[in-house]
């Protein structure tokens, strides 16, 4: 078991979320990490629970101590009492370090109030046995600066008998500055940093686009009324526009994520910002200043009540005094903004170089796949097929972002199936800059290339090129068409679209995989502690005996190519020769012919859910079992049994579904949710990618 110190040098570091980025990039390695906050910093008595503790339970559900209150911290260090304080902490450390691979220690942040945290970060270090990771700033230091500021950290950690350093990270990172600018030059230091070699373990942008408050943050700032609450608690305020000019001037600003700042009687600001609002710019909101509210003629022509698609607030404040107010705000993240946070912490992790870390300290334990395992290696492996994967819902606003988001990280090449100028209409409705190589297909354009192979793939139902260029018509089947004649590797469709929509005409020109009788789905369940497979969950209503054993089989050979080793359960309202019926029977019987089909698989079944997944209840029903307890591949009887329970499992647990994935086609062709969030459609994409690969070996 390792122990990582974070320990800030400067201040406004931001420690806290390159301490829960390490955190998240250590998990998507696979390891099982720990997480304490020794001393807590709490600045604002007001301000709710300590932020970094608080944030490790919530994203990723870790047992986490509550930290020693600094007050009392330094009450011990100045009555002489320290080694009781370390003892204190050591005590809570001992609360993490069990079924851990590794534990990461967030230090305290160095400041004016602060004036025992340098001193206390080493020995707290030393007391741990843990290996300091150095964070500092970019923001207002040259890399010198910087470079000075860590060797002065590292003396005099090690004057103070603690000489065990893991590296540092380089955090707020100018946009001017490049990140090898940040590489310690070891010829310029001293001759101890040289004995050191400390790694740069990561260098972190300085960016704005994880600075936006909520509006509702800002009606909280400002003590603000709310007039109307539309949207309050998810809009984000990206820019502000105060309206001093007259509206021709600003109407090009009102975008989206712009709060409006204009006193109540600029009639003219309020009907603009109404009317852009209605038209779908996902504005932030409207702010009155001056304690002045609009006409209420002209307040119910704009709809600024409970019945508005946008906040407005209303302050008492003079308009130079809320912008004044506004620029003092809090630049932490506020402790019921999860969202927020979540992303910080990914743009952290994604940044930060574990090789160099984990070739210093070792790979500690046995590596798990932990749900940002699964997500990782997903990516990692969708980067690295390079894949073309057709979107034909290409103007649903969610599959834009989505397209957007896999092209800015390598994800996939995707294609955005549409006309590109319905394309840019919904991009700029909802703020987002479309890649200048990101690749938009006009369907019009496209669809003579595919008539001739169709009317080919179908003469045998009587096909003609009139009816081919009606059946293309439909932007599924011109996608479909385009993979199975090639020129792409994958398709994604169902944000719009049924299931019966994206499945037909890959059953129609893509046909099953050779072996496979039957196309099924599987869900990759994102548990708190591991990912569990679904199947069948979306497709077919009542498998006999043969279909299901063969759902179980491509079940099976998906979670392995996803790296979980399938432990497959046959699952019944039976366990064993307990129950009797038809339905057991036919799960009974799917069980035998997966065996005699695949005796490399190791399945079991029938299993009630309780004793395929809960180890204790599974050596009381079914001692005997391989699986029973230990279960990663639930297959379910039917679709009314899967769909249900996928989505009670999802609701209730409060946890991701990736899916479904298609299984069995010739080529991959995966249907989404039509709730499907921008994140699913991500990695639906991924998981798109990485099956064209497989199915191209």
């Known amino acids: 078991m390792h122990a990582l110190y974070l320990s800030p040098v400067g201040y406004d570091v931001g420690l806290t979320s390159v301490a829960l980025g390490l955190v998240r990039a ?63 902490i050591v005590s809570l450390y001992q609360q993490v370090v069990d079924h851990n691979d590794v534990v990461v220690v967030e230090g305290l942040a160095a400041d004016a109030n602060h004036v025992y945290a340098p001193q206390l970060n080493t020995q707290i270090a030393r007391t741990l046995n843990a290996e300091t990771i150095f964070v500092g700033s970019a923001a ?44 310690l030059d070891i010829a310029q230091l001293t001759a101890t940093a040289k004995a050191r070699r400390l790694p740069l373990l990561g260098t972190i942008p300085l960016s704005n686009n994880f600075a ?49 700042i204009t006193p109540g009687d600029r009639d003219d600001v309020v009907l603009a910002t109404a009317m852009a609002a209605q038209r779908g710019v996902p504005l932030a909101g409207l702010l ?39 620029t003092q705000m809090s630049h932490h993240v506020p402790v019921d903004d999860l969202a927020r946070m979540e992303r910080v912490v990914d743009f952290v992790a994604e940044r930060l170089d574990l090789d160099r870390l984990i070739s210093r300290i070792g790979q500690p334990g046995e590596v798990r796949l932990s749900p940002p395992a699964f997500r990782y ?45 319905a394309v840019q209409k919904v991009a700029d409705a909802q703020g987002i800059t479309l890649p200048a190589d990101l690749e938009i297909l006009d369907p019009d354009h496209a669809r003579a290339r595919y008539v001739p192979p169709l009317v080919e793939l179908r003469r045998h139902k ?170 990663n591949v639930f297959v379910f009887p039917d679709l009314n049994t899967g769909n249900t329970t996928y989505k009670a499992v999802q609701r209730s647990a409060n946890v991701v579904s990736v899916g479904p994935m298609l299984q069995g086609l010739r080529k991959p062709v995966n249907d989404l949710s039509r709730g499907a969030l921008v994140d699913d459609i991500v990695y639906t994409i991924a998981l798109t990618a990485i099956q064209a690969e497989q199915m191209a070996n």
């Open 212 to 260: 936006a408050p909520r509006t509702l943050d800002i009606a909280q700032h400002l003590n603000a009324r709310v007039l109307a609450p539309a949207r309050l608690h998810s809009a984000r305020v990206s820019d502000m526009l105060i309206a001093a000019r007259s509206i021709t001037h600003l109407i090009n600003r009102l975008k989206p994520g712009v709060l409006v």
């Open 377 to 421: 290696q997903l990516i990692q492996h969708a980067r690295h097929a390079g894949k073309r994967i057709v979107l034909p819902e290409g103007d649903e606003p969610r599959t834009v972002e989505a397209a957007v988001i896999c092209h800015q990280k390598g994800i996939a090449r995707c294609v955005l199936l549409a006309k590109p100028e």
């Open 26 to 88: 250590l998990e998507r390695r696979g390891l099982k990490v720990g997480f304490i906050k020794p001393v807590a910093q709490q600045r604002d008595p007001g301000a709710g629970p300590e932020r970094s503790s608080h944030f490790a339970s919530s994203l990723f559900r870790l047992d986490t101590p509550p930290p020693i209150d600094f007050a009392r911290a330094e009450q011990l260090m100045g009555a002489g009492q320290t080694d009781q304080l370390l003892e204190e």
């Open 462 to 631: 009587g096909m003609t090129a009139h009816m081919a260029e009606q059946y293309l018509e439909d932007s599924v089947v011109l996608g479909t068409m385009m993979l199975a004649v090639n020129d792409v590797d994958g398709l994604v469709s169902g944000a719009v679209h049924t299931t019966a929509n994206t499945i037909r005409p890959a059953l129609q020109f893509i046909k099953t995989a050779p072996g496979s009788s039957i196309v099924s789905s599987v869900f990759f369940m994102l548990m708190p502690d591991q990912v569990l497979v679904y199947g069948d969950c979306a497709v077919n209503p009542d498998p006999s005996a043969e279909e299901l054993a063969d759902i179980a089989i491509q079940s099976a050979d998906s979670a392995k190519a996803f790296g979980i080793s399938p432990r497959v359960a046959m699952i019944s309202y039976s366990t064993g020769s307990s129950g009797a019926g038809s339905d057991v029977e036919k799960v009974r019987a799917a069980t035998e012919l997966v065996r005699q089909r695949r005796p490399d698989i190791l399945v079991d079944g029938p299993l009630q859910y309780d004793a395929a997944s809960v180890e204790s209840v599974g050596r009381q029903k079914a001692p005997d079992s391989p699986v029973a307890g230990r279960a």
């Open 140 to 183: 207002r230091l040259s890399a010198q600066d910087l470079a000075e500021q860590i060797e002065v950290a590292a003396r005099q950690s090690a004057e103070s008998h603690n000489n065990r350093f893991a590296g540092y990270i380089i955090n707020k990172v100018r946009e001017d500055v490049a990140p090898g600018d940040y590489t």
């Open 288 to 326: 009155l200043t001056c304690n002045s509210l609009p006409h209420p003629h002209l307040q119910a022509l704009c709809q600024i009540n409970e019945h508005a698609s946008f906040p407005v607030l209303a302050t008492e404040l003079e308009t130079f005094d809320t912008a004044r107010q506004l």
